[in-house]
T-cell receptor, first 113, second 118 residues
Framework: QKEVEQNSGPLSVPEGAIASLNCTYS??????FFWYRQYSGKSPELIMSIYSNGDKEDGRFTAQLNKASQYVSLLIRDSQPSDSATYLC?????????????FGTGTQLKVEL | GAVVSQHPSRVICKSGTSVKIECRSLDFQATTMFWYRQFPKKSLMLMATSNEGSKATYEQGVEKDKFLINHASLTLSTLTVTSAHPEDSSFYIC??????????????FGDGTRLSIL
């Protein structure tokens, strides 16, 4: 059973701080990793994708991947109240026609004024 | 970015009704689409993988006769919840990935369908 683990939170950070979201996965052969943001009552929205070890930055977001430790994280700099949402970590399982994703349970982030 | 359209966004109907949900990829061809179900404050649960031109692959515990999936073209997959009952009330979300073959392209999600069975 492939698993993706996340701390459910809530993670509370003050506005302007760095929010750090963590995820571990069990399948060593996974190659693609994704972070999705989901607002309450809405569908997930892709934030970041990362495929190789190291850091990948996009605006205020930085994804970090360590395949040896089977660990992927998402940093959000200068957190804003609008970042308050549930962040889902997803790990791929390659199928013949595309990606089959395994999702973590999500971490709820609250950015407080 | 890739756009996936899902319709309808909300359905409220009586027990015993069958409900069809459509998922369309608007700007790319999707040989594979995915159907998820999400209960309140829970994560997404993959129900089935929809394959264009062939039968869907259902996850363990998902009744294929209850949740009928049709993927007749490269841009459209449909999920029909047959004879829906209150326990089928949930948030149903579709997603689409890249074209055929092994792909690292991320999945993009439709806006979801909130199904309420009275």
């Amino acid at each position: 059973q492939k698993e993706v683990e996340q701390n459910s939170g809530p993670l509370s950070v003050p506005e302007g701080a760095i929010a750090s979201l963590n995820c571990t996965y069990s399948d060593r052969v996974s190659q693609s990793f994704f972070w999705y943001r989901q607002y309450s009552g809405k569908s997930p929205e892709l934030i970041m994708s990362i495929y190789s070890n190291g850091d990948k930055e996009d605006g205020r977001f930085t994804a970090q991947l360590n395949k040896a430790s089977q660990y992927v994280s998402l940093l959000i700099r200068d957190s804003q109240p609008s970042d308050s949402a549930t962040y889902l970590c997803a790990v791929n399982e390659l199928t013949g026609g595309g990606n089959k994703l395994t999702f973590g349970t999500g971490t709820q982030l609250k950015v407080e004024l | 970015g890739a756009v996936v359209s899902q319709h309808p966004s909300r359905v409220i109907c009586k027990s015993g009704t069958s409900v069809k949900i459509e998922c369309r990829s608007l700007d790319f061809q999707a040989t594979t689409m995915f159907w998820y179900r999400q209960f309140p404050k829970k994560s997404l649960m993959l129900m089935a993988t929809s394959n264009e031109g062939s039968k869907a692959t259902y996850e363990q515990g998902v009744e294929k006769d209850k949740f009928l999936i049709n993927h007749a073209s490269l841009t459209l997959s449909t999920l029909t919840v047959t004879s829906a009952h209150p326990e089928d009330s949930s948030f149903y979300i579709c997603s689409a990935g890249g074209t055929g073959g092994i792909s690292n392209q991320p999945q993009h999600f439709g806006d979801g369908t909130r199904l309420s069975i009275l």
